[in-house]
């Protein structure tokens, strides 16, 4: 009897997986859909509130994937979206991944995104091209840091979106807290359209508050959903509830606000119609409940995507013709037909097994495969190889794509933000999205110097895919930096160079460019003699060497106030080269000079023996002079930075800024925050994102540019040439 019931379940789940397999097929072999039958929405939320691990709750149901797996821990396998490696053994989301499902005959195009601030790049450039998003929350953290910086993000761009509450079987969950923060923190006009049957980890399901029924999830993953009655206990919380979405609905919207003054009954369908069109203007945001790692509420969330989230013709995306500060803006027109130019962004770029992979979004006309584009930044012609619709890390291919789709294409050699055109007299470009400035740096080298080749590979490949890392040569260090939005970034991507390219690498504290500087004037007088059998070498030179004013203690100067023929001016060149030479490195800790001025008044030459490798010889004899006699001090750069916290840390900010060595320069509000600006020494920055981030629970950001160069303080030149003494002959020359 055992083993028939086995054999039935066994049956069983092979015709369940049959129909997900076939519903699969039908999904990949229907392209051409009506607008109105499309969706681009994005999964965006802080760290740890489930994105992922909704997004595959969304492919279970829909059909996409025959079976769940977690984010981490649970299994071998992992989550879908996450296909990197470093992401499953981390459990983080690093890079954004697309995909597409069908709910009801919608195809959805999906773009789950990291909650990570270091890599809030990948969120900027998936909003920048979707039409609609989902907010995930955390029932027991509630609104948090990134959860604000996603919001602003979702403002930037005008993406309206529907709010999940999730986890709410774990302790201490409590969603009407989270609505209350929502309003207050976010500053949304939101509410409840569903509340929880149960609480914490009793949770059995959730009530839809419009059409007064009961949700139950069934089945061993959830797949039913049950409709049910009302609990007695709850009818009178229900009602009181959707009185409350009724009165947060007729604050944004007139034709539901009419009804509710003159008393006249509101049927679900006028609520539905009000929170659609209210949602669409991002005047209100429905919020719905449940908890994706019990398979609990995600289909009334797709539900809701359908109904109250646009489709790419009910949002207006503009062009731009002509450059400068007032170029013409032009409507594109979402109809899925080649009746008008085609027009795409090319939004991401990844390095794939067959070549660079080019995420596309569609805005206007249609693409086949075969087609040339035209870069309308470049003007370069490029042939569109092949045309697929990702599904994470797997390629389906397609013939065509039409406006409203987001495919990747193989064979455009492009940066990130490139607008393409296949009319070349077409010189129209898409906004381009948003790239924070980098925040950190670090210096990076191979541990082997073998591995060159392919460091030099990966750079090129990684600055091309993330505009926010950036990578450069400091010639004052010589050092090679690389600089992101945060320590995270930077250690992922020098993992990423040991797993992908076998590079292992050294990231450090990048070393400050400091300058040397004369803190008085100091006369020279050097005259370079030398004799070895036939013609020699002669040549004099006297003046001074003084400071430059503050204003232009980065510079250096050679000023020629010479009278007479004591000099010849055709050596002057040669002086001035070799003064300019020993700038280069000054004597106390290796640093070039900077903000003083060498002034030639005389000298003296001989008429066989001078020439121009005399005069420079004695212009570094008398720089070396003043090295030996002047005095001289160490300058480092002073950066000015701009802290944006809410209003309780500021004054813990204003301590770590002092503690630093900072001066505060001007503090001002803007509604809940508290903007502090001051001037820091560069020396004194290095981990301040870290600690910001630690003092201010996430929330603080700052921004950081230079200002001016300043004299060091004591003990920071103190400590800067004791170092530089103790290094052998041999390390000061390698500097």
Request: aromatic share 8%; charged share 25%; net charge neutral.
């Amino acid at each position: 009897m055992v083993w028939k019931c086995f054999k039935i379940h066994f049956y069983l789940k092979q015709i369940k997986a049959q129909q997900w397999k076939s519903t699969l097929r039908w999904a990949s072999t229907t392209v051409h859909k009506p607008v109105e039958k499309i969706r681009n929405i994005g999964i965006s939320a802080h760290i740890d509130s489930g994105k992922t691990t909704l997004t595959e709750r969304l492919l279970y149901y829909t059909g996409r994937i025959d079976e769940m797996h977690e984010v981490r821990g649970k299994d071998r396998v992992g989550a879908k979206m996450d296909s990197m490696e470093l992401e499953r053994q981390r459990g983080i989301t690093i890079q954004s991944a697309a995909t597409y499902v069908q709910w009801k005959g919608v195809n959805i195009n999906i773009i789950d995104t990291p909650g990570h601030v270091d890599f809030t790049v990948e969120v900027e450039r998936a909003l920048r091209v979707l039409d609609g998003a989902i907010l995930v929350l955390c029932a027991v953290g509630g609104v948090q840091s990134q959860t604000m910086t996603v919001v602003r993000q979702m403002t930037r761009y005008n993406v309206p979106c529907v709010a999940f509450i999730n986890k709410l079987d774990r302790m201490g969950s409590d969603p009407w807290r989270v609505v209350s923060q929502m309003r207050s923190k976010l500053s949304k006009h939101c509410s409840l359209v569903q509340i929880p049957i149960g609480s914490e980890s009793n949770v059995t399901g959730v009530i839809d508050i419009i059409n007064r029924k009961a949700l139950y999830y069934e089945g061993d993953n959830g797949e039913i959903v049950r409709e049910g009655e009302v609990p007695s206990d709850l009818k009178s919380s229900m009602e009181a509830h959707r009185q409350e979405l009724i009165e947060h609905l007729s604050n944004v919207d007139d034709t539901i606000g009419e009804l509710f003054l003159e008393e006249k009954p509101i049927s679900e369908k006028d609520i539905q119609n009000a929170i659609r069109r209210s949602c669409l203007q991002r005047k209100f945001t429905p919020v719905y409940l449940g908890s994706a790692l019990k398979n609990k509420g995600v289909q009334p969330l797709l539900d809701a995507v359908l109904s109250y989230l646009p489709n790419p013709a009910e949002v207006e995306n503009y062009a731009f013709k002509g450059e400068g500060s007032d170029p013409e803006k032009i409507l594109m027109n979402p109809a899925r037909d080649d009746s008008n130019p085609f027009l795409c962004l090319a939004f991401k770029l990844e390095a794939g097994r067959f070549g660079q992979v080019t995420y596309l979004r569609i805005y206007q006309g249609k693409l086949k495969r075969g087609e040339l584009l035209y870069n309308v930044k470049t003007g370069k012609r490029l042939k569109c190889t092949r045309i697929v619709r990702m599904h994470s890390n797997e390629m389906e291919d397609t013939e065509e794509a039409y406006a409203g789709d987001i495919v990747a294409v193989f064979g455009l050699d492009c940066a990130s933000g490139d607008s393409f055109v296949t009319d070349k007299n077409l010189k129209l470009t898409m906004e381009p999205m948003f790239v924070p400035d980098p925040v950190i740096a670090m210096s990076i080298k191979p541990k082997d110097k073998k591995h060159l080749e392919n460091f030099s590979k990966a750079v090129n490949r990684f600055t091309k895919e993330d505009p926010t890392f950036h990578f450069y040569f400091d010639h004052d260090s010589r050092e090679s930096i690389v600089s992101g939005m945060g320590e995270l970034h930077l250690e992922i991507y020098a993992q990423r160079m040991e797993r992908e390219y076998n590079v292992p690498v050294i990231l450090g504290k990048p070393k400050v460019s400091f300058r040397e500087s004369l803190l008085a004037p100091c006369d020279f007088d050097y005259l370079h003699k030398k004799q070895s059998g036939g013609s020699g070498q002669y040549g004099g030179v006297m003046g001074k060497m003084r400071p430059l004013p503050p204003e232009q203690n980065t510079k250096i100067v050679f000023t020629d106030a010479t009278v007479g023929t004591n000099i010849p001016k055709t050596f002057v060149p040669a002086i001035e080269k070799g003064f300019r030479s020993m700038c280069e490195k000054g004597t106390l800790t290796g640093h070039k000079l900077s903000g003083i001025e060498f002034v030639l008044t005389d000298g003296s030459h001989h008429i066989v023996d001078s020439n121009d490798i005399s005069f420079f010889s004695a212009a570094c004899g008398a720089v070396q002079q003043v090295f030996d006699y002047g005095q001289w001090h160490i300058l480092e750069p002073v950066m000015l930075v701009e802290v944006a916290v809410p209003s309780e840390f500021q004054g813990s900010v204003i301590t770590q800024l002092s503690k630093r060595g900072g001066i505060v320069i001007s503090m001002d509000a803007e509604g809940d925050w508290a903007i502090v600006t001051a001037e820091v020494p560069l020396n004194n920055m290095f981990g301040y994102s870290s600690e910001l981030r630690s003092s201010t629970q996430g929330k603080g950001e700052f921004t950081m540019e230079y200002s001016r160069y300043s004299p060091a303080a004591v003990d920071v030149q103190q400590q800067l040439i004791q170092d530089y003494q103790s290094l052998s002959e041999k390390e000061r020359k390698n500097l």
